[in-house]
């Protein structure tokens, strides 16, 4: 995949540099016991253990992840819905999380029928209700087209991230309509299990040659999407790894608002 701005990381960055944006999508907080159990092998046996005698919830995983972060001075994007479970089990930990640096974003959920008065609901109830005020947005299921995007920058959301790499032809982000920054998605946990069917000894080859491929080819972001839910599952547990893989090749950390914020100031220069 090409660079289209070499110009901008030469003058800008200096050159070799890249920015990793890290985020984490929130589909669930909670599953069945059945649900646990039909899925156990994707777990570490202690782990699922202590799920079934309910020491642990292997579903919230937050904390854990802000933890994990922290160890290599890193914050990262915790995109919430507002539709998708109750938020008042684990407001208090979201929120606690934002008053220490991560940042909330909306994970929309996407309806054609009354879309933007669903999508404006969602975005009142974090916004003005909890007061957890996000600044950007990604669909769950990465719906996202025109209509979505021109919803989104109506909504005032400063930048979008729902869209692939893969779709938007690049990894760094660029500007939609002069309003809305759009932050393509560089690597994905579901792809490597649920579509690419990689076990993880193959997502951790695979996840190093995508993402060393993105490097090579001069981006100076790249963004990461990992579920909170799977956090404890197989596949997710290769985040720690990744984290610190990134950190020891001196890769800079930042959450989307940063990554807005880093690109916007280098265009007013
Ligand atoms: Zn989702």
Redesign the pocket.
Known sequence: MGNANNDFKHTIFGYGMTYIVLTH???SVSKPMSHVLRIRSRFRLTDLIAHLLGLTNLYDNFHRIADIEDDVGAKSTF?I?AF?FPLDPVFDELKSLSDEGWEIGL?AVVERIQGDGLIRMQLNYLRDYLGLRPMGV?????ICDEWVLSLYANLGFRYDSSIRCETAGRYDPYLIRDSLLELPITLMDADLFGRLHLGEDSAWRFMEWKLKRAINSGSQFIVLLF?QESFRMKGGRLYSKLLWWLHEHEHEFLRCIDAYNVYMSSRAH
Do not use: M, Q
């Open positions: 999508d929130a589909d995109f819905p998708l994970h990604r669909s769950h299921y990465l579920h």
